[in-house]
């Protein structure tokens, strides 16, 4: 994974930074975890030969010190005269506060950092930036967030921020970029809904961006182009990889399509049916362009090169396809498992 031994270091002080955020019971700490996990990142992303990763490591350390400084301003400037774990009593608090991690997880409209720090990275740290980066501002905001106005806007702003930037984008990592930050506002519904249901759609999100990259990487795919021609020698491939994109997009009947469902079955309940619609178009969207990629791969552009070819390693191969089997037939195998439960 990682050519460098010491990188393996700042992997576990990443994931140490990250438990201790969570299992915090005070905002200091809190803090502290999210700089210890911030810090731990910045090596892995910079690499002493390619300038576009440098950049992006600068990117992120200056946009995530400034939402972790908002933050150390709102929690010391609130503990003066409050208890620090106290922060429901006042609305423009709780909002400064959900801002500044919506800031760290990369949901609209604070996301303009995202997919310009996606564009520079390798996969490997796309997928940590995607999936473990996540969890921290995530698991803090389901702390402190309410049904309100604010809330509603902020999940509406993600959705659509989401599916419009991805149209017409040529660049891979700036695809799942854009399919982050929609999938951040479909995160931030579920926690309105139900305490642990952010959860389960997490671990899907995450199992399929996974795939995603097991597969991308091994083909040292980049843009969209080398999908049609670096892809034709290994038909397989072509279908595991489109598959898991129409599972990441939502659509019936695929594994993705699970966690949407049960979030609109209980925004329903909750009579959110505005903000629902919305999600709903937005999704199609999304689903849209996947479709058209897919198509364009499959059917349109079909050539056969003899040159620049990756093929999978055996052991990519044997992942990508039992993940991409759970991705098709993950919904279908969780129903008969509850009937028969």
Known sequence: MFNNPSKYLFLTTLMAGT?????????????????????????????SKNLF????????????????????????????????LDI??????????????LLK????????????????????????????????????MSYCISESLFTSIMIVTSVMVGSVG?????????????SSINHVGWMLAAMITGENLWLLYFLVYSFLNMTITFILNSSQIMHMNQ???????????????????????????????????IIIQFMLLNNMIPVIIMMVLMTLLTLYYYLQMAYSATLITHNN???????MN???????????????AGLMLCTVLLNVM
């Open 19 to 47: 438990l201790i955020s969570v299992s915090s019971n005070s905002w200091l700490s809190i803090w502290m975890g999210l700089e210890i996990n911030l810090l731990s990142f910045i090596p892995l992303m910079s690499n």
């Open 227 to 261: 999908i049609y021609s670096m892809m034709n020698e290994s038909p397989i491939t072509k279908f595991m990889l489109f598959s898991n994109f129409m599972s990441l997009g939502g659509l019936p009947p695929f594994l993705g399509f699970m966690p949407k469902w």
């Open 53 to 84: 990763s440098t950049e992006s490591s600068l990117k992120y350390f200056l946009t995530q010190a400034l939402a972790s400084a908002v933050l150390l301003f709102l929690v010391i400037s609130t503990s003066v005269n409050i208890n620090i």
């Open 305 to 311: 090169p003899k040159w620049n070819l990756y093929p």
């Open 88 to 101: 429901s009593y006042s609305m423009p608090v709780t909002m400064g506060i959900m801002s500044s991690l």
């Open 314 to 328: 055996n052991m990519y191969m044997m992942l990508s396809s039992i993940f991409t089997f759970i991705s098709i």
């Open 166 to 178: 991805g149209l017409n984008q040529t660049s891979l990592r700036k695809l799942l970029a854009y």
């Open 105 to 140: 997880s990369g949901g609209a409209p604070l996301h303009f950092w995202l997919p310009g720090v996606m564009e520079g990275l390798n996969w490997y740290n796309c997928l940590i930036l995607m999936t473990w980066q996540k969890i921290a501002p995530m698991m803090l």
